[in-house]
Structure formats: structure tokens, C-alpha cells
């Protein structure tokens, strides 16, 4: 089975703090995604990236950055986390653009 | 670019009543097509999905969903359902497995079901 990992389920940071959300795929995709899911906003893709060192923004990439380094591993960066950034984050891989879900991380800025 | 409209927020059935949620994307080519379901508290979780050939796509969970290009819509159906149904449901279209693919979501229906 495909495996994502989101590192953490529950953040509490602070506004103004740098905050680093790391998700792991054990399957070799080369396609990762972020997205944030609000109620009633659905899904909405920040960022994705289809190779190391490539990323490409989605619909709302505004206060977000990310970073592929590894084919495993795909970061989020909230340079300067504010209270509206305060969401569900769901990392996922693809494959034939299948994707397969992290559990998510509930990130509160406070 | 593409788009994913589920026009219905809120559906409720009762357990055994027969099931339809609704989905219209936007997109000039064919496109792959998926349903995806949360339940309460968990990750997302695969139905179903159409990339090409038979219109009539068969899912797990009893569901199934049909492709009708001249309405550009892949909507979700079940014959009957059951309590263990209630979640949300999303919707999402991809332009085709190329490598730089990206896939994009509706804005989801949660189902309830009345006992």
C-alpha cells in the first residue's frame, strides 16, 4: 500500500513564526501536492511538484513556499504564519494522476 | 483551466433510499475523473475513477458513477444506501497523467442519512 506521511496531526504555532510541514511518500511518485481544506472551501492546491527541485504554484501559493529536495519529501513553508492560515494541510503523491492522501495536520496559528 | 463544481453542500437521504451527488467540471480534453470520500476525523479515500473506455465506472463501497461528456458531468450514484455513508464526498478532474499534472477538487458534499 502507498504510504504518506504528514509529520505531525496537531501544530499550535504563533503568528510570525516559520513553520515547516513535512510530508513523506514511500512509493516512488514523482508527482506531490499540497492543499488546505477549509469547510465549505473544499480542497485547495497551494503548491505541487513534479520532480526534485521542481514545484509549480496552484490556486492559492499567496504566504506559502515549499521545497523538494528529495523524490520522498515535500515541504510546506509558512514564511511568517498568520491566524488566516489556520487550516487543515493535506499532503498527497500521485501516480497516473491517482492521488493518495496523507492523515493531514491541523495547523492553529494563535 | 480546469474546474470542479459540486452544486449540492448538503444532501440527506434516508438509510436505504437510492443516491445521487452531482459534479460538472470544466476541461477542454478528456479528463480523468475521481470521487473521493472523507468520513468524520479520517484521510481521503478512493472510489472510484474514469480515465477512459466504458462510461459506467464501478467503485467500491456499492458506488458507481457515469461519464456523460455532452453534460460534462461524472456524477456519483448508489442504489441504496447506509448509515455508515454519511461523509463528505469530493469530486476531482485531472488533465491526464502527464508529469506535470495537477489535480483539482470540488468543493465537496457532506451526506448525511436519516436512520
Known amino acids: 500500500d502507498v504510504k504518506v506521511t504528514q509529520s505531525s496531526r496537531y501544530l499550535v504555532k504563533r503568528t510570525g513564526e516559520k513553520v515547516f510541514l513535512e510530508c513523506v511518500q514511500d512509493?516512488?511518485?514523482?508527482?506531490m501536492f499540497w492543499y488546505r481544506q477549509d469547510p465549505g472551501l473544499g480542497l485547495r492546491l497551494i503548491y505541487f511538484s513534479y520532480d526534485v527541485k521542481m514545484k509549480e504554484k496552484g490556486d492559492i501559493p499567496e504566504g506559502y513556499s515549499v521545497s523538494r529536495e528529495k523524490k520522498e519529501r515535500f515541504s510546506l513553508i509558512l514564511e511568517s504564519a498568520s491566524t488566516n492560515q489556520t487550516s487543515m494541510y493535506l499532503c498527497?503523491?500521485?501516480?497516473?494522476?491517482?492521488?493518495?492522501f496523507g492523515q493531514g495536520t491541523r495547523l492553529t496559528v494563535v | 483551466a480546469q474546474s470542479v463544481t459540486q452544486p449540492d453542500i448538503h444532501i440527506t437521504v434516508s438509510e436505504g433510499a437510492s443516491l445521487e451527488l452531482r459534479c460538472n467540471y470544466s476541461y477542454g480534453a478528456t479528463p480523468y475523473l475521481f470521487w473521493y470520500v472523507q468520513s468524520p476525523g479520517q484521510g481521503l479515500q478512493l472510489l472510484l475513477k474514469y480515465f477512459s473506455g466504458d462510461t459506467l465506472v464501478q467503485g467500491i463501497k456499492g458506488f458507481e458513477a457515469e461519464f456523460k461528456r455532452s453534460q460534462s458531468s461524472f456524477n456519483l450514484r448508489k442504489p441504496s444506501v447506509h448509515w455508515s455513508d454519511a461523509a463528505e464526498y469530493f469530486c476531482?478532474?485531472?488533465?491526464?497523467?502527464?508529469?506535470?499534472?495537477?489535480?483539482?477538487f470540488g468543493k465537496g458534499t457532506r451526506l448525511h442519512i436519516l436512520p
Open positions: 498527497a503523491s500521485s501516480f497516473l494522476a491517482e492521488a493518495f
Open positions: 512509493m516512488d511518485h514523482e508527482n
Open positions: 476531482a478532474v485531472a488533465s491526464g497523467g502527464n508529469r506535470d499534472d495537477k489535480i483539482i
